[in-house]
């Protein structure tokens, strides 16, 4: 299952672009932004991708679900 998350993390986070997501212009991608705009995104995919664990991703933290 997580290699089926990940591939699907990786498919959604290549169709959408970070300054899209930050809609609220943060600097910083929440899961409710990221999910608007890709929704078959899991939860799971996204803490995953969330390395500091402040609940938004980076910049830095969203390029690394694209590699």
Do not use: R, W, Y
């Amino acid at each position: 299952a997580g290699l089926a998350v990940s591939v699907l993390a990786i498919g959604a986070a290549q169709a959408a672009d970070f300054a899209d997501l930050d809609t609220d212009a943060d600097g910083s991608v929440s899961l409710d932004e990221a999910v608007s705009q890709m929704p078959d995104l899991t939860e799971d995919a996204f803490l995953s991708a969330d390395a500091n664990e402040d609940g938004a991703l980076s910049p830095d933290e969203f390029a690394s679900m694209k590699n």
